[in-house]
């Protein structure tokens, strides 16, 4: 039995409404006006599929029974119609990339970067390789690599810059603790020796209490209120509280948060990747 065909912009206007709840905002998200969206709806139930889709309520409208069972299609049939189109009109988009990045920017940054590109190009495979930024130099294998740099030793592409700052668990009096115990990143970092250093110039006597190459665990066990952390002041939570010098504790430089690009990997897979990790940081 020969069935009529559904226009992939029948489809998306009719997930537009669904989405809106009318067709008046609809009309605005496919860019055509409301009586447009009218004809093609009218189309869609009456001369392709013979079923009502709406039940209308003044300017609101809901789905029918059949109407929810053809939402669910109509967003797989999109889905793999973008997908069809982004890999027949560009080829050069499917393969893989990888990227190097601190453990601290998985956390903040890097799922909403992926996601965004994810979308955009859905058969792009992106390994994502974790390790510190000192680790991540020495690395030859890796696209793009996102690492943290002193002021005066910038490398690479500013993303973003940084202030470091101080916090603590509410409650966690740092004026009762001597020495202060401190939950750092190993001695490698030089985010930690900015902070001993800083500590040693204030004559403030510290321990390194905590010690671990992850900012999840830094962060949990300063949460837990067993000591005082030094971090970039995005990759904070908002329950921890910031200190500085009202607190008795001496100020710290800022970072500056940089890309590398491996001069002997170029695609444009490498270059959209490294606009949307740009961007990303930039938001």
């Not at 971090?231 to 908002?238: C, D, F």
Request: aromatic letters at 6%; hydrophobic letters at 40%; proline letters at 6%.
């Amino acid at each position: 039995m020969n069935y009529p065909s559904i226009e992939t912009d029948l489809l998306r206007t009719f997930v537009a409404i669904a989405d809106q709840g009318g067709f008046t905002r609809a009309a605005e998200v496919v860019n055509r006006t409301q009586s447009a969206v009218s004809m093609q709806m009218r189309k869609l139930e009456e001369d392709v599929l013979q079923r009502r889709l709406f039940e209308r309520d003044g300017r609101q409208v809901r789905l029918t029974a059949e109407g929810q069972i053809l939402l669910g299609f109509a967003r797989r049939i999109l889905k793999l119609h973008g997908e069809v189109m982004t890999t027949l009109r560009e080829p050069h988009m499917v393969g893989t990339v990888r990227i190097g990045t601190p453990d601290d920017y998985v956390m903040r940054f890097i799922p909403g970067i992926l996601a965004g590109f994810a979308k955009a190009y859905p058969l792009v495979q992106v390994d994502v390789h974790c390790e510190p930024t000192a680790g991540l130099l020495q690395r030859q294998d890796l696209d793009l690599t996102i690492v943290t740099r002193e002021p005066g030793n910038e490398i690479g592409l500013p993303l973003r810059r940084e202030r470091f700052v101080w916090a603590e668990a509410p409650g966690f009096d740092i004026h009762q603790r001597d020495p202060l115990p401190l939950a750092m990143f190993n001695t490698s970092c030089f985010l930690s020796e900015w902070a001993r250093r800083a500590l040693d110039n204030r004559d403030r006597g510290y321990r390194l209490a905590y010690s671990s190459p992850s900012l999840a665990a830094l962060l949990g066990i300063v949460k837990a209120g067993l000591a005082v952390t030094a971090q970039l002041e995005s990759l904070l939570p908002s329950e921890l509280r910031r200190l500085g010098e009202a607190d008795g504790m001496p100020d710290l430089p800022s970072c500056s948060i940089e890309l590398l690009r491996n001069p002997r990997s170029a695609s444009p897979i490498i270059d959209t990747l490294a606009e949307h990790i740009a961007e990303g940081f930039r938001q």
